[in-house]
């Protein structure tokens, strides 16, 4: 199946208008013609980076770059040990490849198609967001879940806290071992966020 880039049809025979459509690219809604052009009710889908979608809704007609509003955010990364910085301690960090929005709202993470993270005794996984992803170590998450064992999916909790970012901000995956991060041998996760204004 193929949903085509074009409009198909004339406009509508009574309204004048074109009718909602589908359509993608890369650039952030804007007040120019690309996206006033378009019929209230058309979705549009944003690739920000091979990590990180988006889908905006066209909510209004008044020739604005809020006309559209953000339905859903989902930056999804597959991660392994050697991807993670070693601080020197028990914890390894990596930021993931996208940035989340002032004014999303944080749905729920996931944590799955993990690898055991072996070596050393334990190993325990938090994701910072919240509503300032720079200091909320656990914004998008709660407690600490285990990802020493491979397992299909691993329950990481409910959001905690304000939910609504009010600073922009990578989020940072952080993996805290038994004892040093140079322990591990390997391991391998994918971790997903879900967002939304």
Do not use: C
Not at 77 to 99: C, E
Request: hydrophobic share 40%; no cysteine.
């Amino acid at each position: 199946m193929r949903i085509s880039n074009e409009y198909l049809t004339n406009a509508h025979p009574i309204t004048g208008v074109y009718q909602p459509e589908i359509f993608w690219g890369s650039d952030a809604p804007a007040a120019e013609s690309t996206f006033t052009a378009k019929a209230v009710g058309s979705i549009y889908h944003r690739y920000v980076t091979a990590n990180h979608t988006q889908v905006y809704k066209k909510a209004k007609n008044d020739g604005r770059a809020d006309d559209y509003a953000l339905i859903e955010g989902v930056i999804s990364q597959y991660l392994v040990y050697a991807d993670f910085a070693d601080g020197g301690g028990a914890a390894g960090t990596k930021s993931l490849n996208g940035t989340l929005p002032v004014g999303a709202y944080m749905d729920k993470a996931q944590v799955h198609n993990v690898t055991g993270f072996t070596g050393d005794t334990t190993a325990v996984i938090i994701i910072s967001g919240g509503v300032d992803v720079t200091t909320d170590t656990d914004g998008y998450m709660t407690g600490t879940p285990s990802v020493f064992t491979t397992a299909a999916a691993v329950t990481v909790g409910v959001p905690s806290g304000v939910r609504t970012v009010t600073t922009a901000g990578i989020p940072l995956v952080t993996i805290t071992k038994g004892s040093d991060w140079g322990a591990g041998t390997a391991g391998a996760l994918t971790v997903t966020l879900f967002y939304k204004v």
